[in-house]
C-alpha cells in the first residue's frame, strides 16, 4: 500500500505563493503517475497538475499554467506544487495522488488514481 501526506497549506493573500508537498510513504512503483487535484466548495475535484515519473513529463491545467509548478523529488519519495500569483479561485482543498503506472496523455482522471492523501487546505484572499 502507498500512504501520502500533505503539507504546506495555509491561507495567503492574492498574488502570493504557496508550496505543497506530498510524501509517499509505503510501496514504491517504478512506473506512475503523482497527481495534484483540488476541490472548492460546490464544485467538482479536478486534475491541476500530474507528472510522469519515469520521463518528468507533465500536464497542468489552463487554470494554472504558467504559475504553478509540480515536482518530483529523485527517489520519487515527496512531490511538491510550487503555487506562485495566487488568485482567490484557486482556494480549495488540494489534494495528492498517485497511480501505479504511467500518466495519460489526457488531463488527470480522478477516477484513474488509487491512492489519495488527506488534503490541505489552500484559502487565498483578494
Known amino acids: 500500500q502507498v500512504q501520502l501526506v500533505e503539507s504546506g497549506g495555509g491561507s495567503v493573500q492574492a498574488g502570493g505563493s504557496l508550496r505543497l508537498s506530498c510524501a509517499r510513504s509505503?510501496?514504491?512503483?517504478?512506473?506512475?503517475?503523482w497527481g495534484w487535484f483540488r476541490q472548492a466548495p460546490g464544485k467538482d475535484r479536478e486534475g491541476v497538475a500530474q507528472?510522469?515519473?519515469?520521463?518528468?513529463?507533465?500536464y497542468y491545467a489552463d487554470s494554472v499554467k504558467g504559475r504553478f509548478t509540480i515536482s518530483l523529488n529523485t527517489y520519487a519519495t515527496i512531490m511538491y506544487l510550487e503555487m506562485n500569483s495566487l488568485k482567490p479561485e484557486d482556494s480549495a482543498v488540494y489534494y495528492c495522488?498517485?497511480?501505479?503506472?504511467?500518466?495519460?496523455?489526457?488531463?488527470?482522471?480522478?477516477?484513474?488514481?488509487?491512492?489519495w492523501g488527506q488534503g490541505t487546505q489552500v484559502t487565498v484572499s483578494s
Open positions: 507528472i510522469n515519473r519515469l520521463d518528468g513529463r507533465t
Open positions: 495522488a498517485v497511480r501505479s503506472n504511467d500518466c495519460s496523455y489526457a488531463p488527470p482522471a480522478e477516477v484513474d488514481f488509487g491512492a
Open positions: 509505503g510501496v514504491s512503483y517504478w512506473r506512475a503517475c
